[in-house]
């Protein structure tokens, strides 16, 4: 990417607070295409299972919603809605949306006219409808809650097993016990479910922006060919769905961010052509600036030219984030962002079985206290071999040992005291896996007996004895879009089938130029120069099953800045 492309001049604001147009007044059930310049306002209040409580309130009374959204889901919360599910067919579904987000709001939200979109459904997604509807029964309020089903293929499991599929990434055979398969969906159901009126639409798994580009389809009318809007509305989702990450969160300058206690969640303003204001409500706390942005542009995106998804497969090498003067904790302008044709098939997260582990923490104090540490590790995992070469047991899978405060996790960058006794504090991390569920329980039971047979200075075992837990690992493949059938429903009654159109689409691997590199980075210093990484680039680390990275907004270097 370039600097010039990214950095943009700096111009009029699109849309700003002081003089937004007046809103479309939408007819539900048209789908109708809103007045030329009217903007549409949506607020992420979740970035994950677990995100903060205080986003709602926020954004329902201070950012002037047309739409609330809510991404839920991960591979990990796949995996232990998975695990739930098989315990109670009532589970499968984020309850703290339920529960936290829409319960205490819910008059609130009816009364604004505020619509809700969310993957909370998790694998269950009529059981989160149905919870809903108990919430709004006892409030006494009238609304259409619709959900979006048809990513699971469980059902197709013994078909898929011969069919020779391997792994996107590993390239391994699938699996022969698979615990769940959900297509990511894309957001052609959600706009179809909020075009039938819904006021509040739970889906299951469907890729993260969907959740935003969605309402826009809905309320701009853009159609399946006009791939530069929908890129434009997947890149307004893929900046604000998880939440404040892009509005100050694990910043890289995070010195330069206030007020992490009530840092403001993101909102985006878009037109009908594709642009779109990223801002927060006022009075919050956060930051929102071209860094802060562009290291959420560049999360878990892999290759910004080709970013596929099942709406658009899109380019974002050229984005323009332009900081705009005059609002309340900042905000950006983006536009840019480039579509083609998606591909005929969906990507699907598989999870399967793959033994059971267990983590044990325990702080450790005194001198030597990493030596004793360490050594009281080894030993927990030296008497556990004992005992399963005893029994039969094959040995562990995987285990990890750290001694946090010892800097383990720099390897051989890490800093020794001078004194050469290390800190007097420190924390085992002691995790292992194994096949066998027995044998992580007899792992499990020989971690307190360290506390009187080791070490001196062990001051107990964080959250008592370790517990067992399954290990459900993700698997990913392409499935025919043809194949999967969408239906919706409206309030527990089946309104429609949807069917993917087909006519738009392509599988042609297109290949791209190498990007040009701009003019401007010519005066960036040359020759032998040594600095840390965040004095040069904003970063970001993001991670998808069973891939970590480290993205480097390289291309819109500090240097460059300045």
Not at 55 to 84: C, H, M, N, R, W
Not at 246 to 254: H, Q, R
Request: glycine content about 10%.
């Amino acid at each position: 990417m370039s600097c010039a492309a990214l950095l943009g001049l700096r111009g009029p604001r699109l849309l700003g607070a002081a003089a937004r147009p007046p809103r479309w007044s939408r007819q539900r059930s048209s789908g109708c295409e809103p007045p030329a310049g009217a903007a549409v306002r949506i607020g992420c209040a979740s970035g994950f299972w677990g995100d903060t409580a205080t986003a709602v309130p926020q954004l329902l009374y201070g950012g002037k919603l047309d739409f609330l959204v809510f991404d839920y889901l991960s591979e990990i919360t796949v995996s232990l809605l998975t695990a739930a599910r098989a315990r109670s067919p009532l589970l499968g579904y984020t309850p703290d949306f339920v529960s936290a987000a829409i319960a205490p709001y819910i008059n609130d939200v009816h009364r604004k006219g505020v619509r809700v979109i969310s993957n909370a459904g998790g694998i269950n997604p009529l059981a989160c409808a149905a919870a809903l509807q108990e919430v709004a029964k006892k409030a006494d309020v009238d609304l259409k809650i619709a959900v979006v089903a048809g990513d699971d293929l469980m059902n197709e499991k013994e078909n898929l097993k011969g069919a020779g599929i391997t792994d996107l990434e590993s390239g391994e055979p699938f699996p022969a016990s698979v615990h769940s398969m959900n297509v990511y969906l894309g957001a052609r159901p959600i706009s179809r479910a909020l075009d039938l009126g819904a006021d509040i639409v739970v889906t299951g798994r469907c890729v993260d922006s969907g959740i935003v580009l969605g309402p826009l389809i809905h309320s701009f009318g853009w159609n399946r060919d006009e791939f530069d809007l929908l890129a434009a509305g997947s890149l307004a989702g893929h900046l604000i769905e998880c939440g404040a990450q892009c509005t100050g969160g694990i910043f890289t300058d995070w010195h330069a961010v206030p007020d992490w206690h009530n840092i403001g969640f993101p909102i985006v303003e878009c037109s009908s052509e594709g642009d779109f204001i990223l801002s927060k409500p006022p009075d919050t706390g956060g930051l929102i600036s071209f860094g802060t942005v562009a290291e959420q542009l560049v999360y878990e995106l892999g290759n910004p030219r080709r970013y596929l998804l099942p709406d658009v497969t899109c380019d974002f090498s050229e984005v323009s984030i332009t900081e705009i003067p005059g609002f309340d904790g900042g905000a950006v302008k983006v536009h840019g962002a480039k579509g083609s044709p998606p591909s005929t098939f969906y990507k699907v997260n598989a999870t399967y079985l793959d033994g059971f582990r267990a983590t044990a923490v325990c702080p450790v104090g005194g001198p030597k206290a990493v030596e004793k540490g360490k050594r009281t590790a080894e030993s927990i995992l030296q008497r556990t071999r004992l005992i399963f070469s005893q029994l039969g047991y094959e040995d562990y899978s995987a285990v990890n040992v750290q001694v946090l405060g010892s800097e383990d996790t720099y390897g051989p960058h890490a800093r020794r005291s001078i004194d050469g006794q290390g800190p007097r504090e420190a924390v085992i991390w002691l995790a292992v896996h194994h096949k066998q569920k027995e044998a992580v329980e007899i792992f499990s039971r020989e971690i307190a007996p360290a506390g009187t047979g080791m070490a001196p200075g062990l001051t107990g075992v964080v959250g008592g004895r370790p517990r067992v837990s399954p290990v459900l690992k993700p698997f990913f493949f392409h499935y025919p879009k043809s194949n999967v059938q969408i239906n919706l429903f409206l309030n527990g009654q089946h309104v429609e089938s949807f069917e993917e159109d087909l006519t738009f689409t392509s599988d042609e691997v297109v290949s791209f130029d190498p990007p040009k590199i701009s003019s401007e980075l010519k005066d960036l210093p040359s020759g032998p120069h040594t600095y840390r990484l965040e004095d040069l680039a904003y970063t970001r680390s993001g991670d998808k099953g069973n891939s970590a990275n480290i993205d480097e907004s390289v291309w819109c270097s500090k240097l460059s800045m300045n």
